[in-house]
């Protein structure tokens, strides 16, 4: 049976695809199947939006204080799916829901993508990864040599559409490279997570 949602804690995440335009080098998929204890999130097929939302009638959507788009692969390889379920979600439970991506849902789809977000996600965590493009593509391994510029300019954009707009790095980068990644964040008005890498 495919892992369509997952729980952590109190937030319950959403396992849209395993498609990603990135093969970063200290991505959790190659360590294992499963994320925080989760079953495997390789999925057999990608789930109908109708299939998503049936899952959702099996929890109690009470206890959970946010609904995460994040599971083994780029959730906005599917953006006008993410809009559709996170409005459900809005509507349905008043939950807040957060998108988890890479940023390159624009050069996935040839078009921009951070207006549909609007009315559909609260917040948008997007993955800086490093602070220049050179170093941005030895560590993510993108298809495309000007992914960093595009992560960017996504990012920017967002913040015309969705209510909270962060970056985030793992500390598996240099010091100084994070400190890089905070003044190009703070040039921006968007906010730095920097967070532990989970193996």
């Known amino acids: 049976m495919m892992t369509i949602l997952y729980t952590v804690g109190d937030k319950l995440y959403v396992n849209l695809t395993n498609r990603c335009p990135c093969a970063c080098t200290f991505c959790i998929r190659q360590n ?23 899952e959702f009638k099996k929890y109690d959507m009470s206890r959970f204080k946010e609904v995460v788009f994040c599971g083994y692969g780029e959730p906005m390889e599917r953006p006008d799916d993410v809009a559709y379920i996170g ?21 996935i789809n040839g078009r921009p993508t951070a207006e549909l977000l609007k009315g559909a996600v609260d917040v948008v965590s997007v993955s800086l990864n490093q602070c220049s493009s050179e170093k941005y ?13 595009a992560v960017i300019s996504f990012a ?19 010091p100084e490279d994070i400190s890089r990644c905070k003044a190009l964040a703070m ?13």
């Open 137 to 149: 593509n030895a560590v993510t391994r993108s298809k495309w040599r000007d992914a960093f510029d």
């Open 156 to 174: 920017a954009d967002c913040k015309s559409y969705v209510p909270k707009v962060m970056f985030t790095v793992v500390d598996v980068i240099p």
């Open 87 to 107: 409005r459900y979600v809005k509507d349905n439970y008043r939950i807040p829901v957060r998108l988890n991506t890479n940023g390159l849902g624009d050069k």
């Open 187 to 199: 040039s921006l008005g968007i906010e730095l997570r920097v967070r532990g890498y989970d193996g």
């Open 32 to 54: 294992g199947d499963g994320a925080y204890g989760s079953d495997s999130l390789w999925l057999e097929r990608e789930p109908e939006t109708d299939e998503v939302i049936e």
